[in-house]
């Protein structure tokens, strides 16, 4: 399959691509607009793409995507390549949206492809997909705001922050719970039954909780009102996020701290987003500066995020098919000193988080 070929090479330029985007954050202290937008626009983007091109079909139980494998992801590459480009380059804004329109249309085609599946399957849908939408409709609203900037330029700062926190919580952010909700206890080998009902619940909260955050974030209404919207947005948000975590630490204890196992990274990350919401929270009442929270949602969320991810899935998307030794020994490999690496970007992270 196509997107088994594609996957591994975005994976690899996904954390390349993190990795220079957090040294750039870490040795300027903060989150430069270029280097928040490499590790975005151009690596976590178009690999979500792709991932979602490979879940889709497996959370509707259909046969696998041809077109939709590699066309979102490359659109989403061209798109994300434009905004660098500008931001880079100082190119007219005009540039960058253009470049967010393709990203809408082609977030609304993933969309519509992924509804289509859905209603073409039998049974009911894995809830898993929910997610999967909300986070996409999170993503179309966060690149509109991009396309309005050059209609609305007395709105540009307002615009600019609800497409900062629509696109971190709401899109990334709703994506990650998604998926390590489920890849968790795959990778422990031990179910969790409370899980399909939980996520189904959850998901309207979450993205409640994404959208309230934007919003109130965004100054696009009354400073008064803005402000308890971010602040009920970001507790309801870390609710669920606290609740993912109490439920991960009673069933799973130890097998979490694991020092070679992906579990302990996506554990990390999921740590690592539970304290970038606080820290958004301390935001919101004036007790912590805001600005270098982005370069610790890449350093303590992201890179154990996609890091873990891709040891787990990595052996099956180059080899797919039964599991052998060939894959347990690549992800043993993989996953070498995976708890260290977590442990490492969750302290400079929330160091960063602080100022």
């Not at 309801?236 to 975590?245: A, E």
């Not at 204890?253 to 554990?267: I, K, N, P, T, V």
């Not at 370069?295 to 080899?319: D, E, I, K, T």
């Not at 992800?331 to 690496?341: E, G, T």
Request: proline share 5%; charged share 10%; hydrophobic share 60%.
């Amino acid at each position: 399959m196509i997107s088994l070929r594609l996957l591994p090479l975005l994976a690899m330029a996904t954390l390349l691509l993190l990795l220079a985007a957090a040294a750039l954050m870490v040795a300027s202290h903060g989150a430069p607009a270029v280097a928040v937008h490499i590790a975005f626009a151009l690596g976590v983007m178009p690999l979500i793409f792709a991932a979602m091109a490979y879940f889709v079909p497996v959370l509707t139980r259909g046969p696998g995507a041809i077109t939709a494998a590699w066309l979102p992801p490359l659109l989403a590459l061209c798109a994300g390549a434009g905004v660098v480009a500008t931001l880079a380059l100082n190119l007219p804004t005009e540039i960058a949206s253009l470049a967010a329109l393709l990203g809408v249309f082609t977030t609304l085609g993933l969309a519509a492809w992924a509804m289509v599946r859905a209603s073409r399957m039998i049974g009911r849908r894995h809830s898993g997909l929910d997610w999967y939408l909300a986070a996409l409709a999170m993503l179309a609203l966060a690149l509109g705001a991009i396309v309005l900037m050059p209609w609305l330029p007395h709105l540009r700062a307002e615009l600019r922050l609800f497409h900062l926190h629509a696109n971190l919580l709401g899109f990334v952010g709703l994506t990650a719970l998604g998926t390590v909700q489920v890849l968790l206890p795959t990778c422990i080998g031990k179910p969790d039954p409370g899980l399909a009902a939980r996520m189904r619940s959850d998901v309207w909260w979450a993205g409640c909780a994404a959208f309230l955050l934007a919003v109130g974030a965004s100054s696009l209404v009354p400073a008064a009102v803005g402000k308890v919207l971010a602040i009920g947005g970001g507790l309801l948000y870390l609710t669920i996020v606290l609740r993912v975590l109490y439920v991960w630490v009673t069933s799973y204890r130890g097998a979490l701290l694991s020092l070679h196992r992906a579990e302990s990274s996506l554990f990390a990350a999921t740590v690592g987003l539970g304290c970038l919401l606080v820290s958004g929270l301390l935001h919101g009442v004036g007790a912590m500066a805001g600005r270098p929270a982005v370069a610790g949602f890449v350093l303590a969320f992201l890179l154990p995020l996609v890091s873990g991810a891709v040891s787990q899935l990595l052996p099956v998307w180059l080899r797919p098919g039964p599991q052998g030794q060939w894959h347990g020994a690549l992800r043993a490999r993989l996953c070498r000193w995976s708890a260290l690496r977590g442990a490492a970007c969750l302290a400079v992270g929330i160091w960063l988080m602080l100022g």
